[in-house]
């Protein structure tokens, strides 16, 4: 909620307050007048009156609060914003001709392709593209994300 929606809570909660506090002094002297025999001068009036005053006391102090929260600024949204890293280019001078054409063949497939399309597209077996692939990985130039029973192979950014 917001601080005005609060402070006006707290107001309603303090006009309940009042009405309750009043509500109960007016019952507390009409017992004290059937009860005491004194008249005005019995000590019980001078007790309504203290505890009617504390009671008003504690409910303006909670208006005040109630105010105070109204006409407070809300706080500032704090807004963080991500900055995205700049992609680097990819760096093929180490690579050896069957690494470049994976990596060929993954730019020409939107730098996305299933392990055993790779192995057809380059006329190889399982052995040589698993260990090409895993030192493609170990330079960081892809990744293998399990699909399956499948791998793909995606170029990373």
């Given at each position: 909620m917001e601080n005005k929606q609060v402070g006006?809570?707290?107001?309603?909660?303090?006009?309940?307050?009042?009405?309750?506090?009043?509500?109960?002094?007016?019952?507390?002297?009409?017992?004290?007048?059937?009860?005491?025999?004194?008249?005005p001068t019995c000590i019980m009036y001078d007790t309504i009156k203290t505890q009617t005053w504390i009671s008003l006391s504690i409910v303006g102090i909670i208006v005040i609060i109630g105010l105070v929260i109204m006409f407070q600024k809300p706080r500032e949204k704090i807004v963080v914003k991500t900055i995205k890293e700049k992609k680097k280019p990819l760096n093929l001078d180490g690579l050896d001709s069957d690494e470049r054409k994976v990596v060929d063949i993954l730019m020409e497939n939107n730098n996305a392709i299933f392990q055993a399309e790779l192995m057809e597209k380059l006329g190889t077996g399982k052995v040589k593209i698993t260990r090409l692939l895993d030192k493609l990985e170990a330079k960081q130039i892809i990744e293998r994300k399990r699909r399956g029973m499948n791998n793909i192979v995606v170029l990373r950014d």
């Open positions: 006006w809570l707290i107001l309603g909660i303090s006009a309940v307050m009042i009405i309750v506090v009043l509500i109960f002094n007016m019952a507390l002297k009409k017992i004290v007048d059937s009860a005491c025999t004194e008249g």
